[in-house]
């Protein structure tokens, strides 16, 4: 019913600079928060961002002042973009929502992409 599809992954060197973005389709009413989350082979998943319905964003330490989240409400879309990228930065990254949708509502539910490869490396 309610779809996430990322795109935007790839190999970037060090430093460089990649535009990850999520498009969200089916039948939901209305968004309460949209993000991204990445996992490294071996290690579990973490928050990179979050941007709330009001406009408040969240970010990991680790990624404070290199990447930046935002959101485009014409349409359902949002985007991570990742500057001065680290090899520490490569992980399979997910979008994420949670909705509003038939199958919760009146409360929210939590909604994920496929995931998207990013690769840091020189």
């Known amino acids: 019913q309610v779809q996430l599809v990322e795109s935007g992954g790839g190999l970037v060197q060090p430093g460089g600079s990649l535009r990850l973005s999520c498009a969200a389709s089916?039948?939901?009413?209305?968004?309460?928060?949209l993000g991204w989350y990445r996992q490294a082979p071996g290690r579990q998943r973490e928050l990179v961002a979050t941007?709330?319905?009001?406009?408040?964003?969240n970010y990991a330490e680790s990624v404070k002042g290199r990447f930046t989240i935002s959101r485009d409400n014409s349409e359902n879309t949002w985007y991570l973009q990742m500057g001065s990228l680290k090899p520490g930065d490569t992980a399979v990254y997910f979008c994420y929502a949670n909705l509003y949708s038939t199958n919760s509502y009146p409360r929210s539910s939590d909604y994920w992409g496929q995931g998207t490869q990013v690769t840091v490396s020189s």
């Open positions: 089916g039948s939901f009413f209305s968004i309460n928060k």
């Open positions: 941007i709330a319905r009001g406009g408040r964003v």
